[in-house]
């Protein structure tokens, strides 16, 4: 699977942006898909994760202001990103793991710079 994130920008704080994380395959049976950042100096840390027949998952710091989606017509993983803070300022990498023993491959990261 090869994944290919876009959709970063800069933005004001408060703002919002959507990123899109387009896969090279169908991902409607995809297990796990999910997001993830890396801020300078920090590790790279989970955002939101979605696996089928499961509740999605966020990390705390972004509950109530991110919303993970997929959509399986376009093979297309979305993160709609509201309420931005500067701390959430990173680059954001999508991945994808078919099941459980699979490997997870990457997308290449998007720059999300959020000023205050």
């Known amino acids: 699977v090869q994944l290919q994130a876009c959709g970063g920008g800069l933005v004001q704080a408060g703002g919002s942006l959507r990123l899109s994380c387009a896969a090279s395959?169908?991902?409607?049976?995809?297990?796990?898909m999910g997001w993830y950042r890396q801020a300078p100096g920090k590790r790279r840390e989970l955002v939101a994760a979605?696996?089928?027949?499961?509740?999605?998952n966020y990390a705390d710091s972004v509950k109530g202001r991110f919303t993970i989606s997929r959509d399986n017509a376009k093979n297309t993983l979305y993160l709609h990103m509201n309420s931005l803070k500067p701390e959430d300022t990173a680059i954001y990498y999508c991945?994808?793991?078919?099941?459980?023993?699979?490997?997870?491959?990457w997308g290449q990261g998007t720059l999300v710079t959020v000023s205050s």
């Open positions: 395959s169908r991902i409607f049976s995809i297990q796990n």
């Open positions: 991945n994808a793991r078919e099941r459980l023993g699979r490997p997870y491959y």
């Open positions: 979605d696996t089928i027949g499961f509740s999605t």
